[in-house]
């Protein structure tokens, strides 16, 4: 994603600057950098809210076996992981028994589960999407994924390939009409991704931006009842609140106006990217439809995706919490399964 100032947002940025001198907006970057200190003095244990709490396992199915989740009243169930390719074997054969066993499982445990569709990875190895897509009919199927740095990182599915997006629909309304009102809800992955013009020539961030909203539409429509969600955290080609072309902002209006619940991954209450995207975006709107927001490995501990243990370290679950609930305003949380902070910080403040 871009992440630099062009020239021309640099000069505004500067003009922006210069005629707001002495006023809050000196800074627009930072208007919410220190928020989290109104919840410093949040404490364990958490207090009373609506919010339906879930346990977020990735693809890691066989992880709920016997899990504490399901002696804990407070928690609603698990956000499991599944992938595309997994969903569909074959053009248009759909094997959805993975969903079904831990649908029945966590049912006899008096459990909910929450589906996430996955169609990008963060694996050189693995492509997320059935074979018979990965061919000239749908130009290849997946695009690579780059870091800033240039490295190949993943895959994802070319959300923005109208002939990619029909097999999506198709598959979602194959979900749905297996799962609808059974599941507590389905939810996409995170809209960030590495490619730009550049590294694919098919792309760009209004056939992204569209396509995203084609996908939200067939996911309405094959799931009337349960909860659908898309994790929109950035958007290729803007960085705000500098650069803002209303791609992010868009999709959170257009998730308004069709029923579908926005969320992101990362809650990272410090970090100035977080603030200026899904979170802003989360506490400046007035939604009807679900908000939710992921506490994903590393966010125990202030950080991101890391798996690094820091046993002298301050519980901040009260916190997180705290800042989800008030100035969020979110409806569901996916606490990651994370050791040994999930059993240490989470399961003792509940």
Same mark, same amino acid.
């Given at each position: 994603?871009?992440?630099?100032?062009?020239?021309?947002?640099?000069?505004?940025?500067?003009?922006?600057?210069?005629?707001?001198?002495?006023?809050?907006?000196?800074?627009?970057?930072?208007?919410?950098?220190?928020?989290?200190?109104?919840?410093?003095?949040?404490?364990?244990?958490?207090?009373?809210?609506?919010?339906?709490?879930?346990?977020?396992?990735?693809?890691?199915?066989?992880?709920?076996?016997?899990?504490?989740?399901?002696?804990?009243?407070?928690?609603?169930?698990?956000?499991?992981?599944?992938?595309?390719?997994?969903?569909?074997?074959?053009?248009?054969?759909?094997?959805?028994?993975?969903?079904?066993?831990?649908?029945?499982?966590?049912?006899?445990?008096?459990?909910?589960?929450?589906?996430?569709?996955?169609?990008?990875?963060?694996?050189?190895?693995?492509?997320?999407?059935?074979?018979?897509?990965? =061919?000239?009919?749908?130009? #290849?199927?997946?695009?690579?994924?780059? %870091?800033?740095? *240039?490295? /190949?990182?993943?895959?994802? +599915?070319?959300?923005?390939?109208?002939?990619?997006?029909?097999?999506?629909?198709?598959?979602?309304?194959?979900?749905?009409?297996?799962?609808?009102?059974?599941?507590?809800?389905?939810?996409?992955?995170?809209?960030?991704?590495?490619?730009?013009?550049?590294?694919?020539?098919?792309?760009?961030?209004?056939?992204?931006?569209?396509?995203?909203?084609?996908?939200?539409?067939?996911?309405?429509?094959?799931?009337?009842?349960?909860?659908?969600?898309?994790?929109?955290?950035?958007?290729?080609?803007?960085?705000?609140?500098?650069?803002?072309?209303?791609?992010?902002?868009?999709?959170?209006?257009?998730?308004?106006? =069709?029923?579908?619940?926005? #969320?992101?991954?990362?809650?990272?209450? %410090?970090?100035? *990217?977080? /603030?200026?995207?899904?979170? +802003?975006?989360?506490?400046?709107?007035?939604?009807?439809?679900?908000?939710?927001?992921?506490?994903?490995?590393?966010?125990?501990?202030?950080?991101?995706?890391?798996?690094?243990?820091?046993?002298?370290?301050?519980?901040?679950?009260?916190?997180?919490?705290?800042?989800?609930?008030?100035?969020?305003?979110?409806?569901?949380?996916?606490?990651?399964?994370?050791?040994?902070?999930?059993?240490?910080?989470?399961?003792?403040?509940?």
């Amino acid at each position: 994603m871009t992440r630099f100032l062009t020239p021309v947002a640099l000069l505004a940025a500067g003009m922006l600057l210069g005629s707001t001198t002495g006023h809050a907006w000196d800074k627009p970057s930072e208007r919410y950098l220190d928020v989290h200190k109104t919840y410093s003095g949040a404490s364990c244990p958490l207090e009373a809210d609506q919010i339906a709490h879930f346990v977020y396992f990735a693809r890691d199915r066989d992880a709920i076996h016997d899990h504490p989740l399901l002696k804990n009243e407070r928690l609603a169930g698990a956000q499991i992981m599944y992938s595309w390719r997994q969903l569909e074997p074959a053009r248009g054969r759909y094997d959805f028994s993975a969903i079904q066993d831990d649908l029945v499982y966590l049912a006899a445990h008096g459990k909910k589960l929450f589906v996430q569709l996955q169609d990008a990875s963060f694996s050189q190895a693995f492509k997320p999407v059935p074979n018979y897509l990965l =061919t000239l009919q749908f130009d #290849g199927g997946v695009s690579p994924q780059f %870091t800033d740095e *240039g490295r /190949l990182e993943g895959w994802v +599915a070319k959300r923005w390939n109208s002939a990619v997006q029909d097999r999506f629909a198709a598959l979602l309304a194959a979900l749905g009409a297996e799962f609808d009102g059974e599941i507590e809800g389905l939810n996409l992955q995170e809209t960030a991704i590495g490619i730009t013009a550049r590294t694919d020539a098919s792309f760009s961030p209004e056939k992204y931006a569209h396509g995203l909203k084609v996908n939200l539409r067939a996911l309405k429509s094959a799931f009337p009842t349960s909860t659908v969600m898309q994790y929109a955290n950035f958007m290729p080609g803007e960085w705000l609140p500098w650069e803002n072309k209303g791609y992010l902002r868009g999709l959170y209006d257009f998730g308004e106006e =069709t029923g579908v619940g926005l #969320g992101a991954p990362d809650l990272i209450y %410090t970090r100035k *990217g977080q /603030l200026n995207h899904a979170l +802003a975006m989360m506490h400046e709107g007035n939604y009807t439809t679900p908000l939710g927001i992921a506490v994903q490995d590393g966010n125990y501990i202030g950080t991101t995706n890391t798996l690094k243990v820091v046993d002298d370290h301050e519980n901040i679950v009260p916190v997180l919490h705290a800042f989800a609930k008030d100035f969020l305003k979110v409806d569901y949380m996916f606490w990651g399964n994370q050791k040994p902070y999930f059993e240490q910080d989470l399961l003792s403040c509940l």
